[in-house]
């Protein structure tokens, strides 16, 4: 992945190509009187569509449905949940 810089004034003017550097990863740092101003990234795809692109290169196996929750394994004294343990130590 590479990292550009481009003032304003260019960013206008070649948008389109700028934008398809993005598209193909690349990072564009947007300046003004050559002060960094915004930053263009290229988004990250969604969890479904990288577990599906893990699926594809075998690196995991999925059926595709929704995970089922479980019944909490450990229980304290006073029958409190670990996950209440926990929400009260945050406090």
């Known amino acids: 992945m590479t990292e550009m810089t481009v003032g304003i004034r260019e ?6 190509a700028y934008m398809r ?4 990863g690349s990072t564009l ?5 050559g002060k960094p101003i915004g930053r263009i ?5 969604s969890l479904e569509a990288r577990v599906a ?12 449905h929704r995970l089922v929750s479980l019944a909490p394994v450990a229980r304290s004294k006073g029958n409190r949940t670990v996950a209440d343990l926990l929400l009260e130590d945050r406090e």
């Open 53 to 64: 692109e893990l699926a594809q290169a075998g690196m995991v196996t999925w059926s595709g």
């Open 21 to 24: 550097q993005v598209k193909a």
């Open 41 to 45: 990234v290229p988004l990250s795809p």
């Open 11 to 16: 960013l206008k003017a070649r948008l389109s």
């Open 29 to 33: 740092t947007v300046t003004e009187r």
